[in-house]
């Protein structure tokens, strides 16, 4: 299926030059001069290498049909292998941190993802939009910062780094975006 370039979306798995590809990254860019474009970094299906690809907005691309079923994360073994179970037939499945990318630091344990499958073969994992996660490592709060200009850092249960505003201590629980990795507020 033909869509604009400008509705690709990380996750997305596309046909480009008669290879498949995933869509890791997205930037749309808008120079002063000229026309708007969008740089898509994206990995081989079958040959894992990366490449970052520039298209015009208005440029067509092949947009691949995936299959999308809902999964289970049950655990990470010792050789960075995440095995995940489908709730209804119990089926599990395996995939390496490779195929995952940074969506394996937010997986928890019994979180319901999105695995995406090309051709019966799983090629990535849609997260919730949201986790919660603890911090265990902030900066004291610097004597006359405001809330509302300034942040700091602070380092999350999975080993993440986030800015914070600076009335978050260790132990208190946010909430993230998968998206993008940034705190949104203070978990209840």
């Known amino acids: ?29 808008q120079p002063g001069k000229g026309g708007a ?26 947009k691949l049909t995936t299959e999308e079923r809902k999964y289970q994360f049950l655990y990470k073994d010792a050789d960075n292998k995440y095995t995940f ?4 037939s119990f089926e599990q499945i395996t995939l390496d941190a490779e195929t995952l990318g940074d969506e394996a630091g ?10 995406n499958s090309v051709e ?35 380092k999350l249960e999975n080993g993440m780094r986030v800015m914070v505003p600076p009335f978050i201590e260790s132990g208190t629980k946010i909430v993230v975006s ?5 705190y949104l507020k203070r978990a209840e």
């Open 1 to 29: 299926m033909k869509i604009n370039a400008n509705t690709v979306r990380p996750g997305m798995v596309l046909e480009y030059e008669n290879k498949q590809w995933a869509v890791l990254k997205i930037q749309l860019i």
């Open 37 to 62: 474009f969008i740089q898509v970094e994206m990995r081989d299906l079958k040959a894992g290498v990366k490449t970052n690809v520039r298209w015009r907005t208005q440029d067509t691309v092949e």
């Open 85 to 88: 179970m489908d709730p209804e």
């Open 106 to 115: 937010y997986l928890q344990d019994s979180m319901e993802v999105l695995i």
């Open 120 to 154: 019966g073969r799983p090629i990535g994992v849609q997260l919730p939009s949201t986790v919660v996660l603890e911090v265990v490592e902030a900066d004291p709060a610097m004597k006359g910062q405001t809330a509302a200009s300034s942040y700091k850092p602070a």
């Open 178 to 182: 998968t998206e993008d990795g940034s």
